[in-house]
């Protein structure tokens, strides 16, 4: 089964220095049916104006990925961690037993363009950690890039995530396919950052999501080039 949740769907907040908009239940948008996919937890499009962010905050028994899109994101947190996150970039954080850290748009005049996703681990109490690095973007092209997983990769450098997902990355071209194959027991999460993709003759559009279940293949068909992220959970 897929369902698609188009990008007009989701719950958008204005604060003027920050524009968001929620995949899931979060801060002032609350609904008890749409609470998480599995151990996808928050799926956040957030835009920051100039020289503003998120001041020091807690964190815990979470973890948490971010992808800049565009711009770049100082991060600073209490393990002594102080990183600058440009586009091309993964970023892994393992909340556990607690953490505190800040992210800002260091930049005077560009603005960021951001996704940040908070898994459910599959353990608690887990010590704090802090990965980035950045991948090969050149892989991703026609093909699924391995950026996030719990499990080593012997092509691709991968993030490490204490749960059982993978998420992948691409740039899928004009005319290009791909398949995915998995067990019907797991689950996939699709978004569309930029461009249409079609996955099994669904189409989705720019900031489209899908989630899906119970499908053993995928197909999936670029009739514009596009740049998506796919998602294998529990």
């Known amino acids: 089964m897929i369902q698609v949740y188009p990008a007009s769907s989701r719950y958008s907040a204005d604060h003027g220095w920050l524009q968001s908009r929620f ?5 002032e948008y609350r609904d008890p049916a749409n609470m998480n996919f599995g ?5 956040n499009d957030d835009i920051v104006q100039p020289e503003n962010g998120f001041g020091m905050h807690p964190h815990r028994e979470m973890e948490i990925v971010s992808v800049v899109l565009k711009g770049q994101i100082r991060h600073e947190d209490s393990m002594g961690n102080k990183e600058i996150l440009l586009p091309g970039e993964i970023q892994r954080m393992t909340a556990g037993t607690g953490i505190t850290h800040s992210e800002v748009n260091p930049s005077k005049d560009e603005e960021l363009h951001l996704l ?8 608690n109490r887990l ?20 950026v996030v997983s719990n499990e080593p990769n012997p092509d691709h450098r991968v993030a490490h995530i204490h749960q059982d997902l993978t998420l992948y990355l691409s740039r899928l071209e004009a005319g290009e ?5 998995q067990s019907e027991s797991r689950k996939t999460y699709i978004f569309v950052i930029e461009g249409s993709l079609t996955v099994n003759n ?6 489209d999501a899908a989630r899906i279940t119970e499908e053993s293949m995928l197909e999936l068909q670029a009739a514009a080039n596009n740049y998506f992220m796919l998602i294998d959970l529990p």
């Open 23 to 27: 995949g899931f239940s979060f801060a």
């Open 39 to 43: 151990p996808l937890r928050v799926f």
């Open 116 to 123: 940040q996703l908070w898994f459910l681990p599959d353990q």
């Open 127 to 146: 010590e704090p950690s802090y990965e980035q690095f950045a991948y090969n973007e050149a892989a991703m092209r026609n093909a699924l890039l391995p």
């Open 177 to 181: 396919r791909l398949a995915f194959a």
């Open 202 to 207: 669904q189409v989705l559009g720019a900031r």
